[in-house]
């Protein structure tokens, strides 16, 4: 097919582990159907994800590491046999379907309520609250409450969690993992200056609020090994009340002491005035995946100009892959897209969630 040998999204990427027969990530999205009381996630998942294996590289929605690191209603866990067990079904799925799948491990930090953490204080690097928006909860929205500054004690027990769960990610089949350290979570509260007021030796100074990022980076690749692990940031992106007004100085620094380690990919959401992908690419010397979170989603044209500029290798798409489950199939075939969801992206069962069919499925 012409479109498949001019389009650089068509193109294998075979500079990393895994290899990937195309540079089209389904990037991680939210859809909180899992069971809220177990965290087990939807008996739908495995059709929804083996659906999206024509990506070069899935990676999963967030998933919780710790008790304390839940959203909101819906999110599953990697945390007990229970979950293993269903993302095990998941993984196998998208592996028989010639797939490669990352699970995304999340902790959200002071992004969450005590309705949601079972009555419990939400915690972060310090105790900054969120004022401008409120947080869903399965009540409703509801006002933030101020979380509880992690002990020591606290931040070794969310870093050793983040290495369980790569473990038992591995167990569950996964050819890898995703640490999330963008969107204003528990990682990016870290780095910016409005969230970690801290004094002891994970704030204060520069070097100092990088730590928590590299122990949690350090834990998990000795668990997994440095080639199964890729890292999510969003430099100088506001969502959630974030404010990083040295991002430059502070996101060069962790790209320069990650990319000595041998990551499978770093993967940067660029939102907010600083042109990251400009300017870390080349700092990068390992695979680096491309999103944006912006109004509208990434669309072929944009990724097609990220390849050819070499801003990225792969480039992630989000919202189209909901409503276009074979999206890479569509891009090559130069099929009509359908546009991102409107409803039912958040919660439920099936409506909404495997309900979209393949373009084939219209043919005929």
Do not use: C
Not at 16 to 24: D, E, K, Q
Not at 106 to 123: I, K, S
């Amino acid at each position: 097919m012409t479109a498949a040998t001019t389009n650089p999204l068509l193109t294998p990427h075979r500079h990393g582990v895994p290899a990937l027969p195309n540079r089209i990530a389904m990037a991680p999205m939210t859809r909180g159907r899992a069971d809220d009381s177990t965290g087990v996630p939807s008996e739908h998942a495995a059709a929804y994800y083996s659906a999206r294996a024509g990506a070069g590289l899935l990676i999963t929605e967030g998933i919780s590491v710790h008790p304390l690191g839940k959203a909101g209603p819906g999110i599953p866990g990697l945390r007990t046999g229970e979950q293993v067990a269903r993302w095990r079904e998941i993984t196998t799925a998208v592996h028989d379907a010639d797939g490669r799948i990352f699970a995304q491990l999340w902790h959200v930090g002071r992004m969450t309520h005590p309705v949601t953490l079972a009555g419990a204080t939400p915690t972060a690097p310090s105790a900054v609250p969120i004022t401008e928006a409120p947080i869903f909860t399965r009540e409703g929205l509801l006002p933030h409450v101020t979380p509880r500054a992690l002990t020591i004690a606290e931040i070794r027990d969310v870093v050793a969690a983040f290495a369980r769960a790569a473990g038992r990610a591995i167990e569950a089949g996964f050819d890898g993992i995703e640490i999330h350290g963008a969107n204003g979570y528990l990682f990016q509260q870290f780095l910016a200056e409005n969230t970690n007021l801290r004094t002891d030796r994970y704030g204060g100074s520069p070097q100092n609020q990088l730590r928590f990022v590299l122990e949690v980076v350090a834990a998990v690749t000795a668990e997994i090994g440095a080639d199964r692990v890729g890292l999510r940031i969003s430099p100088d992106n506001p969502e959630n009340q974030i404010r990083e007004s040295h991002a430059r100085e502070t996101y060069r620094a962790l790209v320069d002491a990650l990319d000595p380690l041998g990551l499978a990919y770093l993967h940067v959401l660029e939102r907010g005035e600083y042109a990251a992908l400009a300017d870390l690419r080349p700092r990068w010397s390992g695979t680096l995946i491309a999103n944006h979170n912006g109004p509208t989603p990434v669309d072929p044209v944009t990724a097609e100009r990220l390849l050819s500029a070499e801003l990225a290798d792969v480039v992630a798409f989000g919202r189209l892959f909901i409503t276009n489950p074979d999206l890479p199939a569509r891009i090559a075939e130069g099929l009509p897209l359908a546009g991102p969801p409107v409803e039912h992206v958040y919660g439920g069962g099936a409506r909404g969630y495997v309900d979209y069919p393949p373009a084939s499925a219209n043919v005929g």
